[in-house]
């Protein structure tokens, strides 16, 4: 089949590749010339595990092209996908701008189009946006919804780091549509998709992604309030939660129901931020779903306060993305931290090879720059240099390479937000932000946590 992305950011980019990697034949289109140039040379525009070899592979191959240019995109393509953003407003309502400029663009496009054209919108949008986006291209088309052309919803359930095994091995694939001959071609499209395909109300699959990551946000804060108070009881959090999770029949997942750090990235924040709006403007009353940002902010505030007690200025953060496996920076958690720790008059020194990387190819560059001013010039895909010239090591990224990090650099005070390790044998300092100390060996001629170690 032939399709097209609107939009060639994390959602766009993994699935053009996978979808490539499927046989179809792919338009990527973006404002941005740097995204389509990218892709144009047979590379991502993101950093994702994967990403690289399906790129290179679709676009060797012939199958993955990139354009600005919107009616070529919709005149060459049976389905568009509209994977732009949709920011939140202060308020915590969507801003669908970009959804809608897209709307408008191929709304203009099919007004010289005789063939059916399915929109599939795959963005996170609020219930009722399928429907605006509809009218929006019957005005511009002259033509008819479901007759013409059809309006579906497709949400997407990628999490980033594992964005392609989930895109191609999905637990299910969702569609939301009331049409026919638009429900027949998706069905094609994912034909070679495992998992259940199912069908539902436009609405419903509307608002899916925002009950589900309102639902992941919530067991993080719980696993890390339960950590919290087991860390005060001396109790280790992390077998209470392993028990917890066994029951498979009422508590459904273990999927991050682990004690840790805040979470981050584009979308938890952000959707259980749209829900409690979405509650708000009806007048129902979420008490639970109201206090989970607040939570959220007290885990960081804790792992301030934890570096605090240190008493050490020399501090390096392992770790910036909000999650392993990207470059991703969109509400990262480490992000605030670090700003917090430089407001407070810390020295602070940054490694994460991936955002570094970024940083160097371009495909971030100008949001770290623009969004992380006081952190740009102090990101390093050095490890040791950061390590060597710290006094204080804050793990928050479950990297494979940090679990040597006890062994090279002994006698630094390691604050782990992840449990990057279960048990420790550690000449130095180490504490976890939720779970009692795991250090089995401890040396009592080290100074109280309260002392520093080197002079400044």
């Known amino acids: ?35 389509v140039n990218l892709i144009n040379e047979g590379r991502p525009t993101i ?20 354009t600005s240019d919107y009616k070529y995109t919709v005149m060459n393509s049976d389905i568009s996908f509209i994977v732009v953003g ?14 809608f400029n897209v709307a408008k663009e191929i709304g203009t496009a099919l007004k010289d189009k005789d063939s059916f054209h399915v929109v599939a919108i795959r963005s996170t949008v609020l219930p009722g946006t ?7 291209i019957e005005e511009t088309s002259g033509k008819k919804c479901n007759v013409d052309f059809a309006v579906v919803s497709n949400p997407e359930f990628l999490r980033e780091g594992s964005a392609v095994d989930d ?22 499209l994912y034909k070679d998709i495992p998992g259940e395909f199912i069908s539902t109300d436009i609405r419903v699959a509307e608002i899916m992604k925002y009950v589900d990551n309102t639902y992941h946000a ?12 087991c860390k005060g009881l001396d109790i280790d959090s992390h077998k209470v939660m392993e028990i917890f999770c066994k029951d498979r029949q009422l508590n459904i997942s273990p999927t991050y129901f682990k004690p840790g750090f805040a979470y981050g990235g584009s979308c938890l924040p952000k959707d259980s931020k749209a829900l409690r709006t979405l509650a708000h403007d009806l007048y129902v009353d979420v008490p639970v779903i109201n206090a989970i940002d607040a939570s959220n902010e007290n885990q960081k505030k804790r792992a301030v306060q934890i570096i605090e007690k240190k008493g050490l200025r020399k501090v390096g953060i392992l770790g910036l993305s909000f999650k392993s496996g990207t470059d991703d920076l969109r509400c990262s958690p480490i992000v605030d931290v670090a700003e917090m720790l430089l407001g407070k008059g810390y020295e602070i020194h940054i490694y994460d090879k991936n955002v570094k990387i970024s940083q160097l190819t371009g ?31 804050v793990i928050t990224n479950k990297e494979p390479e940090f679990a040597d990090i006890p062994s090279k650099y002994p006698h630094k005070e390691i604050v782990d937000l992840v449990r990057q390790f279960q048990e420790l044998n550690y000449e130095g300092g180490y504490e ?8 089995v060996s401890k040396n009592t001629d080290t100074a109280t946590p309260d002392m520093p170690h080197t002079e400044f």
């Open 130 to 136: 399928c429907e605006k986006v509809a009218g929006i």
């Open 218 to 229: 919530l067991k993080i804060v719980f696993a890390n309030e339960v950590g919290n108070i």
């Open 47 to 66: 950093i994702e595990a994967g990403i690289a070899d399906l790129i290179k592979d679709a676009h060797d191959k012939g199958r993955l092209e990139a």
């Open 86 to 99: 949709t920011p939140s407003t202060p308020e915590g309502h969507l801003n669908l701008n970009y959804i």
């Open 363 to 393: 495909t971030n560059a100008d949001f770290i720059a623009a969004k992380l001013p006081h952190l740009h010039n102090i990101i390093s895909d050095d490890l040791d240099a950061v390590a060597n010239a710290s006094d204080v090591l």
């Open 432 to 439: 976890g932000i939720s779970w009692a100390d795991i250090n």
């Open 1 to 35: 089949m032939n399709i097209s992305f609107f939009g060639l950011g994390y959602v766009g980019c993994v699935g053009a590749a996978c979808c490539a990697s499927l046989g179809h034949h792919i338009i990527g289109n973006d404002v941005s010339a740097n995204k």
């Open 167 to 188: 895109y191609l091995n999905p637990p299910l694939t969702l569609v939301g549509t009331d049409n026919d001959k638009a429900l027949s071609m998706m069905k094609e």
